[in-house]
């Protein structure tokens, strides 16, 4: 089945904590960023933006602009309409999906803060952002259209007017309906209880590291793109599409590419206007995002309403679950914008067996920057509703939440798993995870002192938090792609390219932006090959290089993109046993491989490694008759299922009631990402995801004023947690290798980003239930849960994020147990 | 435009800047030095701290002319005589760096706060590099970095020991300890 052979003589790669290829160049500053480019002739770009989230636009005068010192040229949106297209949208989840179209550049109309409306090009950057002040635009005020619950009433303000409604879609899955399980109508009919709750994930900024940036240089009617892109391969179909630039004429480069998270996933209006000023200049231009810029108009991520309705027996069974979603897609849909929700359908069921459900969801326009993927897309926003919703269930029935999931999840021997939402969970063993995670956390000393904090009022209360959680991830099987009506395929590419003196090229589709696919790449076919670690070395990121590639999201790059490579590496075995079985004169299936040494079984002495038959090959003196004189290979993997990296994690919280402040006491997780290859890489992976969810419950918010400013569009407003802002994580794993791959890896890029949210939300809930609390809205700010414990309700709405910067108090160590403040 | 003199990564460079060009502008625009790289337009980040004259800034915050007649040492310079840095060699060997981004201005502001305080404890370093944001790594592999450097720089090889739970990568992160085992 697989290549990842068993090797006898040296130790195997895949399971080492390998030190990354990638850091040599990262911590000398020997980078290739994009903004590190420089072209001869190169010009610079500004976009003049619109400071009103809806409006006509009545007149554009860019003549003082146009004579500013510097300024080579300003084009507006009438100069572009011609040419821009429409940005793509690659997944119309349903055929009547009402889709506006995605100006690059707004021509007649603006429908968020921050859209472009006309694009400055100067010697300097300087020169064209000064230019940008000149530009004159009269815009005629539309009414503004924020709130999804309102957009969605008759009579609603419009974003677009020439649209019937607000509303993209309806998209419904209900499992009796799809034959996967009962009637949920029936199931809540026949319920003993019933919880309904309605739970607000908020808009959040994914936050990239580095701003976005774009370089493009015409080359007679060629055009050379780089980008700060998770997306190179998807990137340049979508720009030969909406610009028709031939394909075949574009190469589009992804660098060096600092961070991504989704939110690098989609091709942007600047990359579009990017290529046409170059193409309509014929000079290489350069576009680089200013924070602000990046908080304001590049996409951001969550924003849905949940309406959760959870159905059980007396006895803690549950037996149906109905889901209600409204997610803003902000003014348009971008690359998967109105997909993102619906990666999150099959997932509301969580690791449980629910014999009914049923989930609808509609897709709302408002008039704020579109959403698309953010870390986890789709998951983390299920994962939250369904953890939060058992611990309300276990609430309302006085259970243990814990007693309760144990209830209903999947069994270990129940494995591989059909759900109610139709799809086949792999692998997993929930309950060895949440063991170890409890012992991890110290569970029962941490109960006890709950218990006495809560006996003697004090008022620091602890709360344990609680979540159990699968994910789909490994994006994706082609074929069930294409049933979601989804426009692409979810397959990699790899090739192998068996160089003359022995080292091995290695082109992988996939696209890392931090992931470490250098370091783990060269491991998987190291052991696969039985070359040396340091004679790998893995090519990415530019369409010239890598012609084929589906790029990187969604879990995707070892589970589908590793597996490619691995592919490759096999059939590069295959290829070399015949020119080995030649060579050394005895029969293809005498001839034993390992530690990258063909040998001739029985006959000692004679082998030959597969590093000398690269160059034999090359020379190409003496091959077998009828074939190639070449070892190199190639392989494209589709998956034939998703990967379920499962795992249990544990918060545990204090909560000030009287000041509200809030703070992980101890965070302590236990992931199952099926096969490690490099454990350092997978836990530097948890260990960011927990941030990011961490931050999403406690400090994140995009906040949108009454007329449509973004309101955290820096720094100092969105918080990004620092250093002290958070705690140490104790992590562990448990190994249940995934059936689906010749890896065994499940992915683990946004396992702790879709699992740590709601751990965190139920450890402050169960610290302060007894007070009556039964819902805090994210994130956590004091000003919330101050309010939620005074006054009643989930805190309210939009509270200032900023207050709540130090509710990790970093003075006191976060893993030490006992002893009340 | 004024005339500056400034040392930059051990080499002198007189030059001729505008006045309000931020000292990150003129390192990377006119000197090439594109290590030092841009995060924020608030002088939150931290990605471009360097140091000037020792002490570490934000490059985003100090106007080129300030500089005027200092010693600025970036991610560039840091190295000495071919060889990588302390604290560069544990950010790779830690893992405590993912994209990389952050990864110039954290190792300078990591460098600064060792100057300060050999021996930090995780708090200590939390609290010292919390004006350089991450976006990837959680920072628990940069506090583990720079502990591990502290300990190098002291001359204590076998890593950090004094205070709290920081053990080397090899300890810390092996799967081995909670591996049940292949299913």
């Known amino acids: 089945m697989t290549a990842v052979e068993e090797r006898t003589g040296t130790e195997k790669e895949i399971g080492k904590a390998r030190r990354r290829k990638e850091d040599a160049r990262l911590i000398t500053g020997r980078t290739t960023w994009t903004d590190n480019m420089v072209l001869p002739g190169m010009l610079h770009l500004a976009v003049v933006r619109s400071p009103v989230a809806h409006a006509r636009i009545a007149h554009v005068d860019v003549s003082a602009a146009q004579e500013a010192p510097g300024v080579v040229a300003v084009l507006t949106g009438r100069d ?118 309605r739970f607000v994930q908020q808009r959040l900024i994914p936050a990239f590291m580095e701003p976005r940036s774009v370089v493009v240089q015409p080359q007679g009617d060629n055009y050379t793109m780089w980008s700060a892109t998770q997306i190179p391969h998807i990137l340049r179909v979508m720009l030969a599409m909406v610009t028709g630039v031939p394909e075949h004429k574009l190469r589009v480069i992804a660098p060096d590419v600092g961070g991504g998270f989704g939110g690098k996933i989609t091709p942007t209006p600047e990359e579009v206007l990017s290529l046409l000023v170059a193409r309509r200049l014929g000079k290489p231009v350069k576009w680089t995002e200013t924070r602000s810029e990046s908080l304001m108009t590049a996409h951001h991520g969550r924003d849905q309403i949940q309406f959760i309705d959870i159905a059980a027996d007396r006895e803690g069974n549950v037996t149906g679950l109905k889901v209600r979603l409204l997610a803003d897609m902000g ?75 144990r209830k209903n999840w999947i069994r270990a021997e129940e494995f591989p798993f059909t759900t109610v939402a139709g799809l086949q969970y792999d692998s997993g063993d929930y309950e060895t995870a949440t063991q170890q995670a409890l012992e991890l956390l110290g569970y029962d000393e941490l109960r006890e002192e709950q218990r006495r904090r809560r006996e003697s009022n004090d008022p620091v209360q602890l709360g344990i938090g609680i979540s159990t959680f699968t994910e789909m991830c490994g994006l994706a099987p082609s074929r069930v792609l294409g049933s979601l009506s989804f426009g692409a395929g ?108 063909f040998s001739v079984r029985g006959t000692p002495g004679a082998s030959l490694g597969i590093q000398e038959i690269a160059l034999a090959i090359f020379a190409a003196h003496n091959y077998p008759e009828g074939i190639e004189p070449s070892i190199d290979a190639e392989a494209t993997f589709d998956p034939e299922n998703f990967s379920f990296p499962h795992g249990t994690h544990l918060c545990a919280m204090e909560v000030d009631t009287e000041t509200g402040f809030v703070k992980i006491r101890k965070y302590a997780c236990v992931d199952d990402v099926g096969t490690i290859v490099n454990p350092l890489i997978v836990e530097g992976q948890v260990h960011g995801g927990l941030a990011q969810g961490i931050a999403q419950a406690l400090y994140e918010e995009a906040v949108y004023d009454a007329d449509g400013n973004l309101t955290t569009g820096t720094f100092v407003d969105y918080l990004v947690p620092a250093a ?98 | ?138 920072y628990q592999n940069i506090v583990r970095a720079v502990r591990h450097a502290a300990a190098d720089m002291r001359g204590n090889g076998s890593g950090p020991s004094a205070n709290g739970h920081v053990a080397p990568a090899e300890v810390d992160t092996a799967a081995a300890p909670h591996v049940v085992g292949q299913a």
């Not at chain 1, 076919?525 to 893995?538: I, K, N, Q, T, Y």
């Not at chain 2, 931290?46 to 570490?56: F, I, K, L, R, S």
Request: net charge negative; glycine share 10%.
């Open chain 1, 80 to 197: 572009l309409a011609e040419e821009q297209g429409s940005l793509p949208c690659a997944w119309p989840v349903t055929p009547d999906m009402v889709n506006p179209g995605h100006p690059s550049i707004a021509v007649d109309q603006v429908n968020h803060v921050g859209e472009a409306v006309a694009v400055i090009v100067a010697r300097s950057k300087a020169a064209a952002q000064d230019a940008v002040e000149l530009a004159d635009v009269d815009y005629e005020p539309l009414p503004v259209v924020l709130d999804m619950e309102q957009a969605v009433q008759d009579g609603a303000d419009l974003v677009h007017d020439h649209l019937e409604s607000n509303t993209s879609y309806h998209f419904v899955f209900d499992a009796g309906e799809a034959g996967t399980g009962a009637d949920t109508e029936q199931a809540f009919a026949d319920a003993d209880v019933v919880v309904s709750r």
């Open chain 1, 331 to 405: 003014a348009y849909l971008r690359l998967v914008t109105p997909g993102v929700p619906v990666l999150g359908a099959f997932m509301f069921n969580g690791i449980y067996k629910f014999p009914a459900y049923r989930f609808e969801c509609d897709g709302i326009f408002t008039n704020k920057v579109p959403t698309d993927a953010y870390r986890g897309a789709g998951r983390p926003e299920a994962t939250f509703a369904i953890e939060r919703i058992m611990d309300e269930l276990a609430a309302e029935l006085g259970m243990d939440p814990l007693e309760l999931r």
């Open chain 1, 490 to 597: 979810g397959w990699e590419h790899a090739s192998i390219r068996m160089l003359p003196t022995g080292k091995v090229e290695v082109v992988t589709g996939s696209t890392p932006h931090g992931q470490g696919h250098e370091t783990a790449w060269s491991q998987l076919v190291a052991d696969s090959l039985g070359v040396p670690f340091e004679d790998v070395e893995v090519l990415h990121g530019d369409t010239a290089i890598s012609s084929r590639g589906l790029d990187t999201y969604g879990s995707r790059s070892l589970v589908v993109g590793g597996s490619a490579v691995v592919k490759a590496a096999d059939k590069v075995i295959a290829k070399a046993r015949r020119i080995a079985a030649h060579l050394l004169e005895a029969s293809e299936d005498d001839l034993d491989f390992a530690d990258g040494k």
């Open chain 1, 724 to 821: 002290s802002d958070l705690p140490h994580f104790d992590t562990g794993n448990t190994v249940h290798t995934a059936p689906g791959n010749p890896i065994g890896a499940k992915g683990v890029g946004e396992a702790g980003c879709i699992a740590s949210t709601p751990a965190v939300v139920n450890a402050a809930l169960d610290a302060v239930r007894h007070l009556g609390v039964s819902d805090i809205r994210m994130p956590l700010t004091p000003e919330r849960v101050w309010r939620a414990i005074h006054a009643g309700g989930d805190g309210g709405d939009r509270a200032s994020a900023r207050t709540n910067a130090q509710a990790v108090d970093s003075s006191d160590a976060p893993s030490t147990t006992g002893g009340a403040r």
């Open chain 2, 1 to 138: 435009m004024t005339r500056i003199s400034v040392r930059v990564d051990g080499a002198s460079y007189d030059d001729d800047v505008e006045p309000r060009t931020l000292l990150v502008h003129y390192l990377r625009e006119q000197l090439g030095k594109v290590g030092t790289v841009v995060g924020c337009d608030t002088s939150n980040c931290g990605a471009c701290t360097v140091h000037v004259d020792g002490e570490a800034v934000k490059s985003c915050t100090v106007f080129a002319v300030q500089a005027d007649g200092a010693e600025v040492t970036t991610i560039e310079g840091v190295g000495q005589g071919g060889e990588l840095h302390p604290v560069q060699k544990a950010f790779h060997e830690m893992h405590g760096l993912q994209c990389g981004y952050c990864t110039p201005g954290m190792i300078m502001a990591s460098i600064d706060l060792l100057g300060e305080n050999p021996d930090p404890s995780d708090d200590e370093v939390r609290e010292g590099i919390e004006g350089n944001l991450c976006r990837c790594t959680g």
